[in-house]
């Protein structure tokens, strides 16, 4: 996922390793990505893998990457949402979203255990789906079964836009897209939505599109 708003803080003068975030129609978006295997966590070219993807998403900027974004078909994610992303957005905002920091971490064949009945609705973009967002509704609350990158078994519990951006990633390694799961009627360039969407609350939003409740 994208943030909102560009990065600002983040070190732009040291050389940045970026892989190529491959766009929606790239069939490898498409497909369920496979597992690793403990003796592939343990690879120095995962390692490897890992950090580059770190250092993309951070660079695109955005708050998740997961590595078939990057023509990987593993069942493999990144997210961090930095603290100089959220200070350089409206605290209403954040406070409708409930985005807090989320540290930098990896997960490696990450399961969605629970989900919470009770949903949120919020536009989200994505990094292969370059200069856009929707309305997309989400679970608030999740659990979430991975192992770290060093292959330890791992258990979050996640509440509000860190749910959001676990779903997201998540879903990546299925081959879905939040295009599958939006609001059509809400589909919008980025520059619109900072135009006319981006401050507004999404029950305002869904009546001046037409949409019920
Ligand atoms: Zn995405």
């Known amino acids: 996922m994208p943030v909102i ?32 295997t403990s003796a592939e966590i343990a690879e120095p070219a995962t390692r490897g893998l890992i ?51 989320v540290s930098f971490q990896v997960l490696i064949n990450p399961r969605i255990t629970s989900r919470s009945a009770e949903e949120a609705e919020f536009f989200e973009g994505c990094l292969s789906v370059a200069g856009y967002s929707a309305l997309v509704r989400r679970s608030r609350r999740v659990e979430v079964e991975c192992l770290d990158e060093e292959g330890r078994p791992r258990r979050i519990e996640a509440s509000g836009w860190y749910a959001r951006i676990l779903q997201h990633e998540i879903d990546h390694l299925d081959g879905t897209l939040y295009l599958d799961r939006m609001e059509p009627r809400s589909f919008t360039t ?13 029950a305002s939003v869904r009546e001046a599109l037409g949409l019920k409740g």
């Open 51 to 101: 950090e580059w993807m770190r250092e993309t998403m951070r660079d695109a900027p955005g708050v998740g990457l997961a590595a078939p974004q990057v023509g990987v078909g593993l069942r493999l994610a990144v997210i961090e949402d930095r603290e100089d992303f959220l200070r350089a957005l409206d605290p209403a905002v954040l406070a409708e979203r409930e985005r807090e920091p």
């Open 5 to 36: 708003s560009p990065a600002f803080g983040y070190n732009r003068t040291r050389q940045i390793m970026r892989l190529k975030i491959v766009q929606t129609g790239e069939p490898v978006l498409r497909r369920a990505a496979r597992e690793l």
């Open 190 to 202: 980025t520059e619109n939505l900072t135009r006319h969407w981006g401050s507004m609350p999404v």
